[in-house]
């Protein structure tokens, strides 16, 4: 998926051919338990696709200074950030001056949440890595629960700068006048997750439906070692994403296809220069 959008942006950004020398990535859906593999399976995955697309493209390596785990030679700086809500951490109002006045169906009445924008970096904190916590919306009903944001990698070197930018990014979700409770990057990522179950309605509304393919067998009859299946599934998600059209006319990445004839966004062309609601 990393090196698919890196292509995107090779192809559609305002310097063609080029690659970012920024990234900033909120990772969803990650535990506490998870940081180590996330750190060192996820981010040097990141780094090795940008190392595998410039080299598709032609860049100059010389000047690489990367700094993961991973055999990076670009120069490029990474930014990995884990947002998570599932915890038990709440924060409230010590007086009414702390709050906010709400009104519904007509009635004002006070809120009893902290103002948006609260921003506890220390005391409730984890140890490491760097971690705060960022309550950046109104709650509409009941005690607001604020983002726990955790920092894996600081390439950027955002620092004390990060707060307020993902503070920023919490209003610049396209389906909201306001500020929403974590980052958009990552809200609309899981909007996406969602709209992407739609294409599996069949199945799920179908549990005796047909399948597509027999599970595979080694030569001697036997099932395939949990390795080779991994990698036989991957390669049958990638033959029925291609021949099943479920990015719509729009994307285009066949393996026959000449490169400057490749398409991989699904929204129409006369969109990619600008942003639009989703």
Request: aromatic share 12%.
């Amino acid at each position: 998926m990393m090196r698919e959008r890196l292509r995107a942006w090779a192809a559609t950004g305002e310097k063609s051919g080029s690659l970012p020398t920024d990234i900033l990535f909120y990772r969803d859906g990650v535990s506490e338990s998870q940081f180590d593999k996330c750190s060192n399976d996820e981010i040097t995955q990141i780094e090795n696709a940008y190392d595998d697309v410039a080299k598709e493209l032609g860049l100059d390596m010389s000047k690489g200074k990367g700094k993961g785990k991973g055999p990076v030679t670009t120069p490029f700086n990474l930014t990995f950030v884990v947002v998570g809500k599932r915890h038990n951490t709440r924060f409230y109002a010590k007086n009414v001056k702390s709050t906010y006045v709400a009104k519904k169906k007509g009635v004002e009445f006070v809120n009893g949440n902290l103002k948006p924008g609260l921003l506890v970096d220390s005391v409730v904190t984890n140890p490491s890595p760097t971690n705060f916590f960022l309550q950046s919306h109104c709650a509409i009903q009941g005690t607001a629960r604020a983002a726990h944001y955790h920092v894996l990698k600081d390439g950027m070197q955002l620092a004390a700068n990060l707060p307020r930018l993902t503070q920023m990014l919490c209003y610049a979700f396209g389906r909201a006048t306001t500020g929403v409770s974590y980052v958009a990057p990552a809200y609309i990522a899981d909007r996406l997750c969602e709209q992407g179950r739609a294409y599996l309605r069949p199945w799920a509304e179908n549990p005796d439906m047909a399948p597509f393919w027999d599970a595979p067998k080694e030569t001697n009859g036997k099932p395939y070692s949990k390795e080779r299946f991994e990698e036989w599934k991957k390669a049958k998600a990638l033959e029925l994403a291609r021949t099943r059209d479920v990015w719509g006319p729009n994307y285009s990445d066949g393996a026959n296809l000449a490169e400057e004839k490749k398409r991989y966004n699904p929204w129409h062309p006369n969109l990619d220069k600008g942003m639009f609601w989703m």
